[in-house]
């Protein structure tokens, strides 16, 4: 797929703030892969990705590892299309079946 991964952990210390890491990975240009749900409700990181211009993608649900992997990669061809045609920041949520939905306050 020619896909670029990095994990959190490997680029930042644990506890560190959403905000900070939402900031410099939008910077980069990077989409952010979160099982965080919550993550658009919390005032400060909604800040965050608005001012950053985060492209953020949300995995909900109670999927396995396998699962999760598979709603990705059949959501892809979507996540590249949906990059090429809207302004940042683009925030949606990833079904299990790879299709893209629109976050409340993000639409």
Same mark, same amino acid.
């Not at 950053?52 to 953020?56: D, P, Y």
């Given at each position: 797929?020619g896909?670029?991964v ?10 560190t ?6 900031r410099?990975?939008?910077?980069? /240009?990077w989409?952010?892969?979160t099982?965080? #749900?919550k993550?658009?409700r919390r005032?400060?990181?909604v800040? =965050?990705? $608005?001012s950053? /211009?985060?492209?953020?993608l949300?995995? /909900? *649900? ?5 699962q999760? $992997?598979?709603?990705?990669?059949? =959501? ?10 809207q302004k940042?920041p683009?925030?949606? $949520?990833?079904?299990?079946? *790879? ?5 409340? #306050?993000?639409?």
């Open positions: 797929m896909l670029e990095h994990l959190s952990r490997d680029l930042y210390p644990p506890l703030p959403d905000v900070v890491w939402l410099e990975v939008a910077s980069k /240009g989409v952010i892969l099982k965080d #749900g993550i658009s005032l400060t990181e800040e =965050a990705i $608005r950053a /211009g985060a492209n953020v949300v995995l /909900g *649900g109670t999927l396995n590892r396998t999760l $992997r598979d709603a990705v990669v059949a =959501a892809i061809p979507r996540i590249e299309r949906a990059l090429a045609k940042r683009l925030v949606r $949520r990833i079904t299990p079946d *790879g299709h893209l939905e629109p976050i409340e #306050g993000f639409a």
